[in-house]
């Protein structure tokens, strides 16, 4: 790669980074889970469907780091390492998971819709279990509550988000690589 192409791929990353950071800290609270309602998991499932498995995850490092030095980029426009360290920090971990998996499973196969769902499916339930696990822990409570308040109310959500994302990121990606940017 050549230094037009690298200073492109590393603005990209960059933009990645800051689409995740200014769509994730707008959420909803509901009544029967301490984890909000986000975009984060739409943002970083198209981050790494137009950027690939390494660029993405970099992209998603970037936006948990910001978060973790107290960058207002979490939910309700906080950040800092309470955060991290809090009852729904297995799942801004989790994020870092999700798109590694995403992207592996993806690899250069994201004209496939087959492949994409695939990854974006494998690295959301990847995302759950370590969330999961980690709230159950933080807020003592077992895997099946934790299940039933932080999972089974996602579920729905995150299918539209996933659509969402294939959809929208099959045409920015087409615009993308005419336009030379990747």
């Given at each position: 790669?050549?230094?037009?192409?690298?200073?492109?791929?590393?603005?990209?990353?960059?933009?990645?980074?800051?689409?995740?950071?200014?769509?994730?800290?707008?959420?909803?609270?509901?009544?029967?889970?301490?984890?909000?309602?986000?975009?984060?998991?739409?943002?970083?499932?198209?981050?790494?469907?137009?950027?690939?498995?390494?660029?993405?995850?970099?992209?998603?490092?970037?936006?948990?780091?910001?978060?973790?030095?107290?960058?207002?980029?979490?939910?309700?426009?906080?950040?800092?390492?309470?955060?991290?360290l809090g009852p729904t920090g297995g799942y801004i971990i989790g994020y870092i998971f999700l798109a590694l998996i995403e992207g592996?499973?993806?690899?250069?196969?994201?004209?496939?819709?087959f492949f994409s769902f695939l990854g974006m499916i494998v690295g959301t339930v990847v995302l759950y279990a370590f969330g999961t696990?980690?709230?159950?822990?933080?807020?003592?409570?077992?895997?099946?509550?934790?299940?039933?308040?932080?999972?089974?109310?996602?579920?729905?959500?995150?299918?539209?988000?996933?659509?969402?994302?294939?959809?929208?990121?099959?045409?920015?990606?087409?615009?993308?690589?005419?336009?030379?940017?990747?």
């Amino acid at each position: 790669m050549n230094n037009k192409g690298k200073l492109k791929t590393y603005l990209m990353v960059a933009l990645m980074a800051a689409i995740i950071s200014v769509v994730s800290p707008f959420s909803i609270v509901i009544p029967i889970s301490p984890v909000p309602i986000t975009l984060a998991t739409f943002a970083i499932y198209l981050t790494v469907y137009l950027l690939g498995c390494k660029y993405g995850t970099i992209s998603t490092i970037i936006y948990v780091l910001l978060g973790f030095i107290g960058a207002p980029v979490f939910t309700g426009f906080t950040g800092g390492v309470a955060k991290v360290l809090g009852p729904t920090g297995g799942y801004i971990i989790g994020y870092i998971f999700l798109a590694l998996i995403e992207g592996l499973i993806i690899g250069d196969r994201y004209e496939s819709a087959f492949f994409s769902f695939l990854g974006m499916i494998v690295g959301t339930v990847v995302l759950y279990a370590f969330g999961t696990v980690w709230l159950a822990i933080a807020m003592h409570m077992t895997i099946s509550e934790a299940l039933f308040a932080a999972v089974l109310p996602f579920i729905p959500g995150d299918i539209v988000k996933m659509i969402l994302a294939y959809v929208s990121g099959k045409k920015i990606k087409t615009l993308l690589i005419k336009a030379g940017i990747i």
